[in-house]
């Protein structure tokens, strides 16, 4: 692995004790993401679990379709591009024969939710040990703002321009309460990465369902609520602020499932 | 070994198996699910990998997650079910990683029914997904040539990293008889170095088909289609019949070329010189064999269980040098020699006159 130079240790005296570095399992390379967007906050939570897990060389992550399609670019582990919504598929096969190995995928709601939906489903009722982190931020960002399988209702989008309309279009989905029935699951939490205190919860459950991986509980899916400015037309802050007033009404923030097992895990 | 009589569904998963099967993934469909249910059972007392998926989209995913680990992978399948892995056989050829897919043909379109056919020809060798590219297809005629060619294409898949199609049909699968399968050999110790195992000691490897920038993606596309020509360079394969004398050249593959064998022992009996040309790859087609006998016989007939599509390769290949027949049948019917032997007869005589 290249030598980490951090902007901190080239430009601060060394009297000073860095207190807020790259974690070593990403990458210094600036996002592709735009401003406002939460996925580097996501993938810097995912590394510093990895870097504290200490299992950045047994990990292999499993990338979307969507706006993290270059999740690799910036997650410093082994790592595949899937199809769109199969990453739980060619995670399966993967982890099947690197039983040792920990395996992640890390979709949007475009991908889990809508394309992805069987194979999501059927990795958590198999009980797959993988851990699945699901940003959902209720559009399609990638291809441009349309309609997700979890916008809300009267939500504009640039495929419901006046607005979604659930007679025409169908209802906004919670995958997590339906994974949360697959008996395979042991672990199913929806968080946020809308605040300070949601960041902080979001890092606990992902650790959390790293470590049912790692103790070959089962699988295990943390939800992010996560906004997308560009495509909502709303400034970064407002975004935030829209999503939550907005969505965690209809996505309510909640572990709705946890085994007996999960929880003497604990996230230390 | 010693021969036994064998079921090709059975034969070609035991021999799969037997070539260092590490993982299979796969999904219900007739005519080849024996061979999922026979793996069910042998890749778990073997220690190995057996998953049965929710569908041939997940079949194929997680067979691509498997082959990306570096172990020796496969699935099977027949037409609608290799309908549904197109996406999936495009990604893997894109990554580069070396995949089997067993397709048992059955008659379509659509539902079709569960009848040998060899409709899919187009499909596997033209067109097995988006973008540039031809996987390597081999067809087998016998039980004993499809335990052969599995470990042929593993090797071949290996080789060459790339996508293997071994293009059956329910005839191949379904029949029994008398083969040998070959000794059981030991799963590979080691993963190839581009393989995702996890970065320990080593730089990451990351595997993907996507290259956003044209001139990388250009970049890719030149390299494999280098890599399809060194295929058609060294691996074209075929077997050839009496065509020494041959005045008519029956070209046909498969269950139809086993077929034709039948009829050039009845056509030489009347005294008619006819010699066969039964392709064993399709893709790469032997076209440069194809071609030379197309200097030297007077008309040929090509025999497929499909409205004719490798004939569209015999055509490409001969540029009208001798009068070129077609017969086909459709639908899940299998010709039989005397309706073959009709136009043998018939187009003889023409040719002759």
New interface residues.
């Given amino acids: 692995?290249a030598e980490k130079t951090t902007v901190a240790a080239a430009t601060i005296p060394e009297i000073y004790e860095p207190v807020y570095t790259y974690p070593d399992s990403l990458t210094e390379v600036s996002t592709h993401y735009c401003p406002g967007c939460v996925h580097g906050i996501v993938h810097r939570l995912v590394a510093e679990v990895i870097d504290e897990l200490g299992i950045?060389?047994?990990?292999?992550g499993?990338?979307p379709v969507g706006c993290a399609?270059?999740a690799?670019n910036y997650l410093?582990?082994?790592?595949?591009?899937?199809?769109h919504g199969?990453a739980p598929?060619?995670?399966?096969?993967?982890?099947?024969?690197?039983p040792d190995?920990?395996v992640f995928t890390y979709q949007g709601d475009g991908d889990l939710a809508a394309i992805g939906t069987?194979?999501i489903i059927?990795a958590a009722n198999r009980g797959e040990l993988l851990t699945t982190v699901f940003i959902n931020n209720a559009i399609y960002g990638m291809t441009g703002g349309q309609m997700a399988p979890t916008t809300l209702s009267g939500m504009v989008t640039t495929s419901t321009p006046t607005g979604r309309d659930c007679l025409l279009a169908g209802y906004p989905v919670r995958m997590s309460e339906i994974l949360a029935q697959t008996a395979g699951a042991v672990y199913v939490a929806r968080e946020s990465a809308l605040d300070i205190a949601g960041i902080r919860r979001t890092k606990q459950a992902i650790k959390r369902a790293f470590l049912a991986q790692i103790h070959g509980l089962g699988f295990a899916c943390v939800e992010v609520l996560a906004t997308c400015p560009t495509n909502w037309n709303l400034e970064p802050w407002s975004a935030l602020e829209w999503a939550k007033e907005n969505m965690g009404a209809f996505f309510p923030l909640q572990t709705f499932k946890m085994t007996d097992e999960v929880k003497a895990l604990g996230t230390r | 070994m010693t021969k036994q009589l064998l079921k090709g569904n059975i034969a070609f998963a035991e021999a799969a198996l037997r070539y260092g099967l590490e993982a299979y993934f796969g999904y219900p469909i007739t005519p080849q699910s024996e061979a999922l249910e026979h793996l069910s059972g042998r890749m778990i007392e073997e220690g190995r990998v057996f998953l049965q998926a929710e569908s041939e989209v997940a079949a194929i995913n997680m067979v691509y997650g498997a082959a990306c680990a570096g172990v020796r992978t496969m699935t099977s399948t027949s037409g609608p079910g290799y309908s549904l892995m197109a996406e999936g056989l495009s990604y893997i050829v894109g990554s580069e990683v070396p995949v089997v897919v067993v397709n048992m043909m059955r008659g379509g379109p659509g539902l079709g029914n569960i009848q040998p056919s060899q409709a899919d020809y187009f499909f596997m060798t033209k067109s097995a997904g988006h973008g540039d590219f031809h996987p390597i297809v081999l067809a087998p005629a016998s039980v004993q040539e499809i335990i052969d060619m599995m470990g042929l294409a593993f090797t071949l898949a290996e080789t060459y990293r790339t996508l293997v199609i071994v293009a059956g049909d329910g005839c191949i699968g379904q029949m029994m008889e008398s083969a040998e399968l070959p000794p059981m050999a030991a799963t590979r110790q080691s993963r190839p170095e581009w393989a995702i195992t996890g970065a320990r000691g080593r730089d990451r490897n990351i595997i993907t088909s996507l290259y956003l920038g044209p001139e990388n993606l250009e970049r890719l596309n030149h390299r494999l289609q280098a890599k399809l020509a060194r295929i058609q360079a060294n691996e074209i394969r075929y077997q050839e019949m009496q065509v020494d004398d041959a005045d008519l050249l029956l070209v046909a593959y498969g269950t139809a070329g086993r077929i034709c064998t039948s009829v050039l022992r009845e056509a030489r009996k009347q005294g008619l010189r006819v010699g066969l040309l039964r392709p064993q790859t399709l893709w790469p087609f032997p076209e440069e064999r194809l071609a030379e006998l197309s200097q030297q016989v007077r008309s040929m007939l090509v025999v497929e269980m499909s409205a004719g599509q490798m004939l569209e390769d015999v055509q490409r290949v001969v540029q009208g040098r001798v009068p070129i027949r077609f017969h086909g049948r459709m639908g899940g019917i299998i010709p039989m020699v005397d309706e073959i032997l009709d136009d043998v007869t018939s187009l003889v005589q023409t040719a002759a006159a």
Avoid at chain 1, 77 to 83: L, P, S, Y
């Fill in positions: 692995m950045r060389e047994d990990t292999i499993v990338a399609v270059l690799y410093d582990v082994d790592f595949v591009e899937a199809a199969r598929a060619m995670a399966t096969g993967i982890k099947r024969v690197n190995k920990v069987a194979e059927h």
